[in-house]
């Protein structure tokens, strides 16, 4: 049974830094990752996709990198911003399973 | 190109009543999901389905809860005799492969009382 992981779970850092969120999961038998962010109340915005194939994806200030081999992802913002602050949810596409296991996501704060 | 719509966005029922909460999908995306979000916890995966099937309902209750995509109109998750244990944000997600990107609606937000 897959399992995701989000460490840490609660970040608080100072407008400006470059941060790393991580994510790592039991079964390296993906199809895909995805990133997405949650604001309070509201739904689930994606970030970023990464096929099982490919290393990384960059959108702008973020960069996710994918390791299946140990079972891991990372999740780069550079330059923080206050609008950045939201729960930064990692998802494993499950393969053949064709559904996203979550894991419990990493609260951030950026104190401007 | 509109998002993935959810309606309603709250919810409010009493314990026994049925609550039907409903999702349509992207244009052009025929694959579609639902999670729950109990209070304080993760997104659990519910049931995945495609036009007028179900793929995979292992997530699913096996009481009380349903869920359809008919051939036309959104998809339904339907939970009869709500109680309290149901307070949630349902979310739906739909997507034009299984290998494509999850676009995720805004969620309904149940509340039980």
């Known amino acids: 049974k897959q399992e995701v992981t989000q460490i840490p779970a609660a970040l608080s850092v100072p407008e400006g830094e470059n941060l790393v969120l991580n994510c790592s999961f039991t079964?390296?038998?993906?199809?895909?990752l995805q990133w997405f962010r949650q604001d309070p109340g509201k739904g689930l915005t994606s970030l970023l996709l990464?096929?099982?194939?490919?290393r990384e994806q960059t959108s702008g200030r973020l960069n996710a990198s994918l390791d299946k081999s140990s079972g891991r992802s990372t999740l780069y913002i550079a330059a923080s911003q206050p609008g950045d602050s939201a729960t930064y949810l990692c998802?494993?596409?499950?393969?053949?399973?064709?559904?996203?296991?979550f894991g419990q996501g990493t609260r951030l704060t950026i104190n401007p | 190109n509109a998002g993935v719509m959810q309606n309603p966005r709250h919810l409010v029922r009493r314990r026994g009543q049925e609550a039907r909460l409903r999702c349509s999908p992207m244009k052009g995306h025929s694959h579609v999901y639902w999670y729950r979000q109990l209070p304080e916890e993760g997104l659990k995966f519910m049931v995945y389905?495609?036009?007028?099937?179900?793929?995979?309902e292992s997530g699913m209750p096996k009481e009380r809860f349903s869920a359809e995509f008919p051939k036309e109109g959104p998809s339904i998750l339907r939970i009869q005799q709500v109680v309290r244990g149901d307070s949630a944000a349902y979310f739906c997600?739909?997507?034009?492969?299984?290998?494509?990107?999850?676009?995720f609606g805004q969620g309904t937000r149940l509340t039980v009382v």
């Open positions: 079964d390296s038998a993906i199809y895909n």
């Open positions: 997600a739909s997507s034009q492969t299984t290998m494509t990107e999850a676009f």
């Open positions: 990464i096929q099982s194939s490919q």
């Open positions: 998802a494993v596409g499950d393969q053949g399973a064709q559904k996203l296991v």
């Open positions: 389905l495609q036009k007028e099937n179900i793929i995979d």
